[in-house]
T-cell receptor
Framework: AQTVTQSQPEMSVQEAETVTLSCTYD???????LFWYKQPPSRQMILVIR??????QNATENRFSVNFQKAAKSFSLKISDSQLGDAAMYFC?????????????FGKGITLSVRP | EPEVTQTPSHQVTQMGQEVILRCVPI?????FYWYRQILGQKVEFLVS????????KSEIFDDQFSVERPDGSNFTLKIRSTKLEDSAMYFC??????????FGNGTRLTVT
């Protein structure tokens, strides 16, 4: 079974600085997707960024980028120029490539606070 | 941009009562899911649904739970006899053949 591990329960960053959130996963599949979701206090689940395992290039979305290390099964999220609105819970998630039996498996999440 | 819509946003029910949580997935999506999040904890998979049948269900999804897509647009989760431990945020989600998963805003279920 696939597992996703986020070992840091909380992190804090100064506004305008950079923070990295860690995630590791375990799978025997070679083709899969990885995601970071943001959950603000409203408890919506907002997709931040995604990475296809077959792509070697790390995904970026504006201030958000990932460091995807397939051999190490590591998928960290870097937030640059942190803003107060980035304060939220962040979940790392994994899915098989496609198919009806494919589902999203989440890590436990990390609470990020941003200090003004 | 199309959205997954969930109603109600908050439901309060008494232990032992039946509750139905409603979802309208994005119209051209093919795969439908329910997830649950107990306050402050991880998001847990409950069930996936494709081609009018359950594709996969978790250990949590016991005989008290059922899902239905009655009319081609709605996707419902029914809990037959609620327990206190069913109190949680319930998320509906849908996707096309490709990822990502699009989530609704959730229904907060409180069982008293």
């Amino acid at each position: 079974a696939q597992t996703v591990t986020q070992s840091q329960p909380e992190m804090s960053v100064q506004e305008a600085e950079t923070v990295t959130l860690s995630c590791t996963y375990d799978t025997s599949e070679s083709d899969y997707y990885l995601f970071w979701y943001k959950q603000p206090p409203s408890r919506q689940m907002i997709l931040v960024i995604r990475q296809e395992a077959y792509k070697q290039q790390n995904a970026t979305e504006n201030r958000f980028s990932v460091n995807f290390q397939k051999a190490a099964k590591s998928f960290s999220l870097k937030i640059s120029d942190s803003q107060l609105g980035d304060a939220a819970m962040y979940f790392c998630a994994y899915s098989h490539h496609r198919g009806a039996n494919s589902k999203l498996t989440f890590g436990k999440g990390i609470t990020l606070s941003v200090r003004p | 941009e199309p959205e997954v819509t969930q109603t109600p946003s908050h439901q309060v029910t008494q232990m032992g009562q039946e509750v139905i949580l409603r979802c309208v997935p994005i119209s051209n999506h093919l795969y439908f899911y329910w997830y649950r999040q107990i306050l402050g904890q991880k998001v847990e998979f409950l069930v996936s649904f494709y081609n009018n049948e359950i594709s996969e269900k978790s250990e949590i999804f016991d005989d008290q739970f059922s899902v239905e897509r009655p009319d081609g647009s709605n996707f419902t989760l029914k809990i037959r006899s609620t327990k206190l431990e069913d109190s949680a945020m319930y998320f509906c989600a849908s996707r096309m053949d490709i990822w990502p998963l699009h989530f609704g805003n959730g229904t907060r279920l409180t069982v008293t």
